[in-house]
């Protein structure tokens, strides 16, 4: 990335922190269109934004405009504003290099279409001596400037490989031999650039080096994708071999590849358009399209790409609508062929290919062989540049047969996951995730809910038109109405289904069709919490399902190639919202109850094990555990809510309390008192004194925290309450929450000024010192609050010099450091009057005194 300023001095104003680079070429590369804040919050921090991200991001849009006023003093001010959902930069085309580039190469593609070969060679080589290496390689990138990036990288193969043709066309092919030489050798299985190599050659006199390249480009091919060039390279290598003349002539070496190849005789005229109609609710795709296209526009004669993802991802819509995009790649026709029937079946072999003829209109009695198939298409299709869209491929063997008999188009198929042997022909994959926020903006309304709702119909479009088919028929509901009633988990699937039992027959119909061993499997990750998830996890919830341990990575494997799993790029794995939603009802309808209960209870057991380890590892996937916890937060809160459901009150009571001191240090209010209410439920119908009086002491905390004084000093004489009722046989368990509930009522005391009170019920805390060192700790602070509120420095000296040896001891950092600030207060370091902190990140005002 380069910024310039303005004005005949010069300067480079490039931003040097890569967040703020981050924001800018997200707005450059969608310059003169809103970027919502959805999508630039996604493009700097993915699935996983900071609580703080809105605010972060205003931090660094107001530093771009500072940079945008010192760049251009008299029109900075107008580059960058604020638009709803979020930011347009207004710039002139010619002040971006990247307008300028792809304005040049379209110029120059019409002028090669038109036989303008000088126009076409010119506008290609000034497009490309923009190119000054890969897209914005000094920028951390996002989902869309990945696929930004990745599209520009085929639209310069193609600008080179257009202006190489065009230049070959004008008889240079003396001065191109040594750039064809060094692209071939950085794309070795590029087929166009080794064409043009073997044409160069030829007509300098060197048909033994033209022969050579050929060799060489299928040798690789074979080696590392065991396949053969296309027929177009294969027949040039024919015509050197016999010495054809006619190649000498820049004419007639030009038209060796061109899609205006002579026709076959006796077959249908082309072009054959053969395409859904354009969808007017599709939205959301741009990125996906744009790459798409790209791709499409550059692929050679038996190229493939394929567009995977979950079903009702929207990737038949998408690749309809990638076809219209690249019609002027196509001249010759563009048709889709759907491989599954109306009924559910599957065509394939012969069957497939018959079902491919029929969609390019192919009339009377078919041949019945696939040989005698594969070559009537193959004579169909030869000499044109057509698109072929294969709709709902099953598997890599139904896929195979097709791509041999459409080996002269080039193809562009779907299917769910990516089904096994995909790699071995040679596709080139492009996944489909969910949708943002933003498309259900538009899809829906610009409102909170539309976003919302997004969320709770997991991104599918399939879904999303559900919920505008809803609104449409309910004119008095609202989007939030709608989100009301999508909520709930258990219900969702259920209203989705009235509002379209289409969605919902798309989502069955994928766990219908997979193998027996897969949809056991997927049943019982319905037990797993929403959210990502590790193979450890999986193994919990699948317990005796795999044979053998080493089988949950082969399962996990086999559910992602049948399109009902995701495996995230950064690791572990995902279920799909909608699809959890209906593993959970499989496995509530198809397994009897100890299944889920079973796997349910070894999930918590693991997860509970995973939190008490966080509490003393110093990072966790490379994470400190604070911030793995704030990852993993929901769905801990998930298992404890199912375990709940479920009546699993050990493992209940376990996870609330391996969650408490995360819920503390992130004050964590909302899933706080959430998970330790259903906690403490558990904790009474199991009867367990000692955890109740843990749990009510915590609940009192988090009251106190919130402000609820009144709640917090019942909830702690609760607490006391029950450690007398645990009885002395559980005295070692229940008193260190003796201690810490009557740290609370002193903390209530102080509250209210009342120092007497807190200096009273500091007495029964003396008379019994606790055992354990947490204990101990609260008993040192507010002693040494009191301390500090009775005007005792030295005393408040000595308990938070206590406070810092037995945090020391906890090897906790967050207790250390809060009694560090009050040994640096006191001895004079920091001196405000009007606060206090009377606990680890919590301030109270003082009154003024005299």
């Known amino acids: ?25 997200t707005l450059l590369v969608r310059v003169n269109e809103v970027v919502s804040v959805d999508s630039l919050i996604d493009e700097l921090w993915g699935e996983h934004p900071p609580r703080t991200a809105m605010t972060t991001l205003q931090v660094y849009i107001s530093q771009l405009r500072k940079m945008l006023r010192d760049a251009d003093p008299q029109g900075g001010d107008e580059l960058l504003l604020t638009r709803s959902p979020g930011y347009l930069f207004r710039l002139d085309p010619g002040q971006l290099d990247l307008s300028v580039f792809e304005d040049l190469h379209a110029r120059g593609r019409e002028a090669l279409a038109a036989g303008d070969h000088a126009g076409a060679a010119e506008l290609q080589h000034r497009a490309l001596a923009l190119w000054r290496g890969p897209l914005l390689s000094d920028t951390p990138h996002g989902s869309l400037l990945d696929s930004m990036a990745v599209r520009l990288s085929e639209v310069r193969t193609g600008a080179l490989e257009q202006r190489v043709r065009a230049e070959l066309q004008l008889g240079r092919h003396q001065e191109l031999l040594g750039e064809l030489r060094a692209l071939t050798a950085e794309l070795p299985m590029h087929e166009e650039f080794h064409a043009h190599l073997m044409v160069a050659l030829y007509r300098t006199g060197r048909q033994a080096d033209a022969l050579g390249t050929f060799a060489t480009l299928r040798r690789t091919l074979v080696d590392d994708l065991a396949i053969e060039p296309g027929r177009q390279i294969q027949q040039l290598h024919s015509r050197i071999l016999t010495g054809d003349p006619a190649l000498l002539r820049p004419s007639a070496a030009a038209a060796a590849g061109a899609s205006a190849a002579a026709r076959a005789p006796g077959l249908p005229d082309l072009p ?3 395409l859904p109609q354009p969808d007017p609710l599709f939205t959301g795709r741009d990125a996906e399209l744009g790459e798409l296209a790209a791709r499409l526009e550059g692929a050679q004669a038996g190229g493939c790409v394929l567009i995977s993802g979950p079903a009702g991802a929207g990737k038949t819509a998408l690749a309809a609508a990638a076809a219209q995009r690249a019609a002027a790649a196509f001249p010759d026709g563009r048709v889709l062929v759907r491989l599954r029937t109306g009924t559910g079946a599957r065509p394939a072999g012969a069957d497939a290919l018959a079902a491919a003829l029929r969609a390019f209109g192919t009339t009377g009695t078919l041949p019945k062989t696939e040989d005698e198939l594969t070559a009537l298409l193959l004579r169909l ?21 097709l791509l041999a008999a459409a080996a002269h188009c080039v193809v562009l198929a779907t299917c769910r996951g990516l089904p096994r042997g995909m790699a071995a022909l040679g596709v080139q994959a492009v996944p489909l995730g969910p949708l943002g926020p933003a498309a259900g903006r538009a899809l829906l309304a610009d409102d909170e809910a539309s976003a919302e709702l997004t969320e709770l119909c997991g991104g599918l479009p399939l879904a999303l038109r559900a919920v505008a088919a809803q609104l449409a028929s309910h004119p008095r509901w609202t989007t939030a109405t709608l989100a009301d ?40 990750l319905g037990a797993v919490p929403a959210g990502p998830f590790s193979a450890r996890t999986a193994a919990a919830a699948l317990g005796p399902v795999p044979a053998r341990p080493a089988d949950t990575g082969e399962s996990l494997e086999s559910l992602v190639a049948a399109g009902l799993l995701l495996a995230l790029p950064e690791g572990g794995y995902r279920l799909p919202e909608l699809l959890g939603l209906l593993a959970a009802e499989r496995l509530a309808e198809e397994e009897p109850a100890t299944v889920a209960h079973e796997a349910t209870a070894r999930l918590c057991e693991v997860l509970a094990g995973e939190l008490e380890a966080a509490q003393h590892a110093g990072h966790l996937d490379g994470l400190h555990p604070l911030q793995w916890f704030e990852l993993r937060g929901p769905e801990l809160t998930d298992a404890l809510v199912r375990a709940h459901r479920a009546g699993l009150w050990p493992q209940t009571v376990r996870l609330a309390d391996g969650m408490s001191p995360f819920l503390e240090a992130l004050a964590s209010w909302e899933l706080w008192e959430r998970c330790h209410t259903a906690a403490l439920d558990a904790a009474r119908r199991l009867g367990d004194a000692a ?32 450690v007398e009722s645990a009885g002395p046989g559980a005295a070692a368990e229940t008193a260190p929450e003796r201690v810490r509930a009557l740290a609370g009522l002193v903390d209530l005391q102080l509250d209210e000024g009342e120092l007497a009170g807190a200096a009273q019920l500091l007495d029964p805390m003396l008379d019994e010192v ?30 938070f010099r206590q406070c810092l040896t037995l945090a020391s001891a906890l090897g906790d950092r967050r207790l250390e450091s809060y009694a560090r600030r009050w040994l640096n207060r006191l001895d004079g370091g920091e001196h405000r009057a009007d606060w206090s902190e009377v606990r680890p990140g919590v301030w109270r005002a003082r009154a003024a005194t005299g």
């Open 381 to 401: 299709t030869e000499g044109r540049r057509i698109l072929l869209v294969l709709d709902d491929v099953a598997s890599a063997a139904q896929l195979r047969p």
């Open 691 to 722: 955890a109740e009086a843990r749990l009510l002491r915590s609940l009192g905390d988090l009251a106190w925290q919130c402000r609820r004084l009144a709640e917090a000093g019942d909830h702690y004489r609760q607490a006391l309450r029950a």
């Open 770 to 799: 606790p055992q354990d060192v947490r204990g101990r700790w609260e008993l040192s602070r507010v002693q040494g609050l009191l301390a500090v509120e009775t005007r005792v420095p030295g005393a408040a000296e000595t308990h």
């Open 272 to 274: 054959v358009i053969e």
């Open 1 to 25: 990335m380069e910024v310039r300023s303005a004005g005949p001095d010069v300067r480079v104003l490039t931003p040097r922190a890569a967040k703020v680079r981050v924001v800018l070429a």
């Open 485 to 524: 009633r999508l909520r709930a988990p258990q219900s969702r699937l259920t209203e989705l289904r009235a509002a379209d039992e289409e969605c919902y027959g798309v989502l069955r119909a994928a766990y219908a069709e997979a193998a027996e061993a897969d949809r056991a499997a997927f049943r019982l």
